[in-house]
């Protein structure tokens, strides 16, 4: 997903407020006009008006539903159709406590504890991603769902039209190894790091932890827990032990390893010095040019 406006207008506007003041506004306008959105399959459904159009798209909620030529779709009440994932449904409808939402089929309202098990009947890693997504959004990250780099969600310090996003997010379930077997071997987590370096941002990963807790009701969610871990890669400059640099200046391709107990002093005066062909030559035409001098200067002698 990317940006979604267009224009220094539309920049100078998403800079008006800061993304918490924005998504105050659009948690007041849902309560004013008492939204109700709709069941379908694993969305969320909500026809907004011109000036709730206008907040979700600055608070990044929902993605407005386009025709074939990718224009969004406009009733004649001049309303837009927005879907949402399941995550940020319910965190409008649970946390923000700013949008009801209906059955698709015979509009009938679901309470929380309806639409928990709803949602998890569809994803069975609801708790733990919902979890996750809150604990960023209660942070005024704006989380959006990745489509790209094989994550669970990327996170940007504010609208994606003014700035790229700052973390790929992986989410792991502690004590759960069934439900995300992600980064649990050393050549994954290697790999998605050399991603994370190519795309220019950082890996968080989130690791949720039910306290023995289980997913039965949203209450239960207030006693799990987020850890946050940022991996970087290790850099062994900053690590070894300190030696001067003309001590020791080892190349990436020719470093014997060394017998337990030798040293990196010891190891390199221990060492044979190599001669190489270039260095014998030059010292021949030393010593050709010293013997040439030598004998000019004496001849020029005898003749004075």
Same mark, same amino acid.
């Given at each position: 997903?990317?940006?979604?406006?267009?224009?220094?207008?539309?920049?100078?506007?998403?800079?008006?407020?800061?993304?918490?003041?924005?998504?105050?506004?659009?948690?007041?306008?849902?309560?004013?006009?008492?939204?109700?959105?709709? $069941?379908?399959?694993?969305?969320?459904?909500?026809?907004?008006?011109?000036?709730?159009?206008?907040?979700?798209?600055?608070?990044?909620?929902?993605?407005?539903?386009?025709? %074939?030529?990718?224009?969004?779709?406009?009733?004649?009440?001049?309303?837009?159709?927005?879907?949402?994932? /399941?995550?940020?449904?319910?965190?409008?409808?649970?946390?923000?406590?700013?949008?009801?939402? $209906?059955?698709?089929?015979?509009?009938?309202?679901?309470?929380?504890?309806?639409?928990?098990?709803?949602?998890?009947?569809?994803?069975?890693?609801?708790?733990?991603?919902?979890?996750?997504?809150?604990?960023?959004? %209660?942070?005024?990250?704006?989380? /959006?769902?990745?489509?790209?780099?094989? !994550?669970?969600?990327?996170?940007?310090?504010?609208?994606?039209?003014?700035?790229?996003?700052?973390?790929?997010?992986? %989410?792991?379930?502690?004590?759960?190894?069934?439900?995300?077997?992600?980064?649990?071997?050393?050549?994954?987590?290697?790999?998605?790091?050399?991603?994370?370096?190519?795309?220019?941002?950082?890996?968080?990963? %989130?690791?949720?932890?039910?306290?023995?807790?289980? !997913?039965?009701?949203?209450?239960?969610?207030?006693?799990?827990?987020?850890?946050?871990?940022?991996?970087?890669?290790?850099?062994?400059?900053?690590?070894?032990?300190?030696?001067?640099?003309?001590?020791?200046?080892?190349?990436?391709?020719?470093?014997?390893? /060394?017998?337990?107990?030798?040293?990196?002093?010891?190891?390199? !005066?221990?060492?044979?010095?190599?001669?190489?062909?270039?260095?014998?030559?030059?010292?021949?035409?030393?010593?050709?040019?010293?013997?040439?001098?030598?004998?000019?200067?004496?001849? $020029?002698?005898?003749?004075?």
């Amino acid at each position: 997903m990317g940006p979604r406006w267009k224009g220094k207008d539309a920049k100078a506007k998403a800079l008006a407020d800061p993304m918490s003041s924005i998504v105050l506004q659009l948690q007041s306008s849902l309560v004013q006009s008492d939204a109700q959105g709709f $069941l379908c399959g694993c969305n969320v459904l909500l026809e907004a008006g011109p000036k709730q159009t206008d907040l979700l798209l600055r608070a990044c909620f929902g993605e407005p539903i386009k025709n %074939l030529s990718g224009e969004p779709i406009i009733n004649k009440n001049n309303k837009h159709w927005f879907y949402f994932g /399941m995550e940020e449904a319910f965190f409008l409808c649970n946390s923000l406590k700013c949008l009801k939402i $209906l059955d698709g089929l015979d509009n009938c309202p679901k309470n929380d504890q309806e639409l928990f098990q709803y949602m998890k009947s569809k994803k069975t890693t609801f708790p733990d991603s919902y979890k996750a997504y809150s604990h960023l959004r %209660l942070k005024n990250w704006v989380v /959006m769902y990745d489509s790209n780099y094989c !994550a669970d969600f990327v996170a940007y310090r504010h609208h994606p039209s003014l700035v790229h996003s700052e973390f790929v997010v992986i %989410l792991l379930s502690e004590g759960d190894s069934e439900s995300n077997d992600r980064l649990r071997v050393w050549s994954d987590v290697r790999g998605t790091k050399r991603l994370c370096k190519v795309i220019k941002k950082a890996l968080l990963v %989130l690791s949720v932890d039910k306290n023995g807790h289980d !997913a039965t009701s949203p209450s239960c969610l207030e006693g799990y827990t987020v850890t946050e871990h940022t991996i970087s890669r290790w850099s062994p400059e900053q690590c070894h032990e300190d030696h001067p640099k003309d001590d020791w200046e080892p190349s990436s391709s020719s470093v014997p390893l /060394m017998p337990s107990g030798t040293t990196l002093r010891s190891k390199v !005066a221990l060492a044979p010095r190599q001669v190489s062909l270039d260095q014998i030559f030059k010292a021949l035409v030393i010593f050709f040019w010293t013997i040439v001098v030598f004998g000019f200067g004496f001849a $020029l002698g005898k003749l004075l």
